[in-house]
């Protein structure tokens, strides 16, 4: 019987100690998982913004019957429907992420911060560029069809920013050195885009399709 009650408490103690382990390996390919995810987004969403930009210069570089017109603007639709269901997948495992507990990285692992905020920025970037392009280049019919695609595009952009520094500033915990000024400068240009694309004070492109 003193047998027993030694093996069991030895168990739970062993259970005590390996429970954290498996969390933070838990934690860790989460962390994982956002950083290829958000990759594989930045690529796909590229695409997709870079076919919008062509469909649009077609558009306008071209003279066009309605038929052909409105084939055109219901394709553009339908990719910047892909991109919103993109960024909405990014937006909820990067969401998810951060409402777990987020262990800061180590090491060499600290180098995978700074490539997720660029892939990030990149995102931004290319949304804003495109965006920009299509509010420039359709005529005011067109834009009225596309705007809801357009307006929801720039939210979700938007949304994912605050979540992404977020998880970055987290998984850089107390550290100052490394890669730390570099990812701290990488946060407040991604904060900076994404407050152009909604601010109506800095004339932000959301106002341009309101």
């Known amino acids: 019987m003193q047998f027993f009650t030694t093996a ?3 168990l739970s103690m ?5 429970a954290p382990v498996v969390e933070q390996r838990q ?3 989460a962390i994982s998982t956002v950083f290829s995810t958000v990759a594989d987004v930045k690529v796909t969403v590229g695409d997709e913004l870079s076919t919008v930009t062509k469909l649009v210069g077609d558009l306008k570089s071209t003279v066009v019957d309605d038929v052909v017109q409105k084939k055109t603007v219901a394709t553009v639709q339908r990719t910047l429907s892909n991109v919103e269901t993109e960024l909405h ?3 909820g495992l990067v969401l998810g992420t951060v409402t777990n507990t987020v262990v800061p990285l180590v090491g060499e692992e ?7 905020l660029k892939d990030v920025k990149s995102i931004v970037e290319k949304v804003k560029d495109t965006v920009t392009g299509v509010v420039g280049d359709v005529t005011d019919d067109v834009l009225a069809t596309l705007k809801p695609e357009l307006k929801l595009v720039l939210s979700l952009v938007n949304t994912l920013v605050t979540p992404v520094v977020q998880l ?3 998984l850089v915990g107390e550290v100052t050195d490394g890669v730390v000024p570099e990812v701290t400068s990488l946060v407040g240009d991604v904060e900076h885009l994404a407050g152009g694309l909604l601010s109506p004070v800095t ?3 959301l106002g341009k399709i309101l």
């Open 203 to 205: 004339g932000g492109l």
């Open 89 to 91: 997948g990014v937006l």
């Open 168 to 170: 970055a500033t987290g």
């Open 8 to 10: 069991l408490a030895a």
């Open 27 to 29: 934690a860790q390919n």
């Open 14 to 18: 062993s259970s005590v100690f390996a």
């Open 110 to 116: 600290l180098d995978n911060v700074p490539v997720l």
